[in-house]
């Protein structure tokens, strides 16, 4: 092994050849230097590049030296016997020479390190004594004026003793053993320092061959570490980028929240290639305090939205969406979504009501990729798609012989498919009374059992439900279980529709128009501010993704250019834009049979459901909603082709 290359700095002639001999007695390899405090700086800084592993050094220098050097320091002092050996002498001198320790006399004592002791010692050996100075901070001259202004009789430390000859004067100096002991603690540090330094480098070479890159920042958001795959990933050397601002290297990544949350999440950025990455933040906490954050950066992990923007990964339970995808300036939503990005922190139901349209099913993906579930599925599940035997087959599962049809092997539910994860169950208030009373208790449980089973199985998933229906109302006219709402209501998210939040309309329109157009590889739009105004005006009763499909329809018939006001009330206010000759007719009824009659002529004009929906709008699970009112009549609806939404 490697010697310890250990220094002494000493301070003065007389210290240093004592610690010379000891050493050569001890056999110890220990190199003594002398320093004054004047260049005791120097001294160190020369010792420490000189390759020392540790400086043992006399204590009334430590502090000036402490913050120079990067190495241990073992602080050197008398100890307690070099003390009580230092008074034993005084008392002897002040018998032989006759002195009585007559009142008003006392033994002065100078030097703050052996103030105390010193004290304490006169007081057991019954000499008076007297604390003349502190000799910190105090220059000689000063030191001998304070002396001779006093007592008879003084007992400075070493570093005094060669200035004052007209005064006895009796040294406490540090002893064999203070000297042995700090040169063991010095080895004891140095080994420990040898120890941590191997471990380390275990976890640097460790961390250089995982497969993610791992970046460490401090609290000031400082780059504090970096492993060679973010090197790799980040096309920067570990020099260039140590010491310097987070946001430099990940402007788009908001290391606030995850320091300010203590959260752990995740966040796309796209790197020097043009690649995106999925960077996840952990925060590190040391004694309940915030000290920093990890970052490890993934090219496999984060799912890819293909073209058509939907989420390719193999269970396809994967969120997409963060809170910055949400766009909006309204400050009532903004702080929605503060409080959406706290309730991510905690494990209970969340309710998210809102109008179609107005992004329930964005803000629920981005509370889970907020959560610590983040890196678990994302079920969602829309209540409203299915009948409620199906609903109850595919929210539990099921076992082999359940019922006929059922699969051979049994079939895992969603519950169970979002294990260590969150469902999302939108359209809440379409379900039966009897699936209400089934899903309270998984609620409240947090465990279920597959149908035709009988073992109960427990999920730990958080539960995230949304509607557009009033639930209040439905429980007074006993349609909602009251129970169940408030199982679901623990923490509430309400999102305003668009025509509350008009001042959102033209970010909506440039960024749906950006992300539209690269998507349909189209020319992108300017909307005049008469095309602004119309859309201002409208009531925008599908709400944002009416708009989009506003602007889809736009991209696709003007392909560049300016669009107009005109070009605008054509589509918002002429019926649908592909048949613009044909006149929509819709008979006088109540407000409810005319959506249905306006559903049913687009439904027989496209004769596709998706295609419906764009047009109008609205969502499939709208259209399949509005319209299972009247599925008694089976055939006003098969009529028109129409399946169950997607
Ligand atoms: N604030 C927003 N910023 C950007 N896009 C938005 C916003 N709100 C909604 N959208 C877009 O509108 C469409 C509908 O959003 P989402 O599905 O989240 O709404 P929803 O409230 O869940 O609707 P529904 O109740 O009909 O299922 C999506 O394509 C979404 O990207």
């Avoid at 096309?235 to 788009?252: E, M």
């Avoid at 929906?613 to 969502?619: H, Y």
């Amino acid at each position: 092994m490697q010697a310890d290359k250990i220094a002494l700095i000493a301070p003065n002639r007389d210290f240093t050849s004592r610690a010379l001999d000891l050493f050569s007695e001890w056999g110890e390899k220990i190199h003594v230097a002398m320093a004054s405090k004047e260049d005791v700086i120097l001294i160190a800084r020369q010792l420490s590049e000189k390759g020392a592993d540790a400086l043992i050094c006399y204590s009334d220098f430590v502090k000036t030296i402490k913050t120079t050097v990067n190495i241990p320091i073992v602080s050197l002092g008398p100890s307690s016997l070099d003390i009580l050996r230092g008074m034993q002498q005084t008392k002897e001198w002040l018998t032989q020479n006759g002195k009585h320790i007559a009142t008003g006399m006392a033994v002065g004592i100078i030097g703050h390190s052996i103030i105390d002791e010193t004290t304490i010692v006169g007081d057991i050996l019954g000499i008076p004594t007297r604390v003349l100075a502190d000799i910190q901070g105090t220059d000689m001259s000063g030191i001998l004026a304070i002396v001779r202004e006093v007592p008879d009789i003084i007992s400075p430390d070493g570093a005094l003793i060669e200035f004052i000859s007209d005064i006895p004067c009796f040294s406490v100096t540090v002893g064999r053993e203070a000297l042995l002991r700090s040169v063991r603690q010095a080895q004891e540090l140095v080994a420990a320092g040898r120890r941590e330094w191997a471990k380390l480098e275990q976890i640097k070479t460790i961390m250089d061959f995982t497969g993610e890159g791992i970046v460490a920042v401090d609290n000031q958001r400082r780059i504090t570490y970096v492993n060679h795959i973010a090197e790799k990933q980040l096309k920067a050397s570990k020099h260039q980028i140590v010491g310097k601002p987070a946001a430099t290297l990940f402007p788009d990544i908001n290391l606030d929240d995850a320091l300010r949350y203590a959260q752990t999440r995740i966040m796309p950025f796209v790197d020097g290639r043009e690649q995106m990455l999925a960077c996840r933040i952990v925060p590190m906490i040391i004694g309940g305090q915030t000290v920093g954050a990890v970052l490890t950066i993934n090219e496999s992990n984060f799912p890819i939205k293909d073209k058509a923007g939907k989420c390719t990964n193999e269970s396809g339970h994967k969120a997409t969406y963060c809170f910055d995808d949400f766009v909006t300036v309204n400050e009532t939503m903004k702080e929605t979504l503060e409080i959406a990005k706290s309730y991510a922190g905690v494990d209970s139901t969340i309710l998210i009501i809102g109008e179609t349209g107005t992004g329930k099913e964005i803000i629920a993906q981005s509370i889970h990729n907020y959560s610590r579930r983040c890196n678990g599925p994302f079920v969602a599940v829309n209540c409203a798609a299915l009948p409620e035997s199906l609903l109850e087959s595919e929210l539990f599962g099921y076992e082999y012989g359940a019922f006929t049809g059922a699969r051979k092997n049994g079939k895992k539910g969603l519950f169970e498919q979002a294990d260590q994860g969150t469902i999302f169950l939108d359209e809440i208030g379409e379900i039966s009374l009897g699936m209400q009373a089934r899903l309270l208790r998984v609620i409240q449980e947090r465990e279920i059992m597959r149908i035709g089973g009988d073992k109960i199985i427990p999920i730990d998933v958080g539960i995230i439900a949304a509607t557009h229906r009033n639930l209040p109302e439905l429980i007074e006219k006993g349609l909602f279980r009251r129970d169940l709402y408030h199982r679901l209501n623990i923490l509430q998210l309400h999102l305003l529709p668009l025509s509350a939040r008009k001042e959102d309309i033209p970010y909506l329109v440039e960024c749906i128009g950006k992300k539209l157009s690269a998507r349909l590889f189209k020319q992108p739009l300017k909307f005049s501010a008469g095309a602004m105004n119309v859309l201002a005006c409208y009531p925008w009763p599908g709400n944002v993704r009416e708009l989009e499909s506003v602007i889809e329809r736009m991209l696709i018939l003007k392909n560049g250019g300016v669009v107009t006001s005109d070009d605008i009330k054509k589509v918002l206010y002429c019926g649908y834009d592909r048949r613009d000759n044909e006149a929509l007719v819709v008979p006088r009824g109540t407000m409810e049979e005319m959506e249905r009659a306006i559903i049913r002529q687009v439904l027989k004009e496209t004769g596709n459901q998706d295609e419906t929906a764009k047009i109008l709008g609205i969502s499939t699970t709208t259209i399949w909603r509005k319209m299972k009112v009247c599925q008694n009549n089976k055939n006003n609806f098969i009529l028109y082709g129409c399946g169950k939404p997607n």
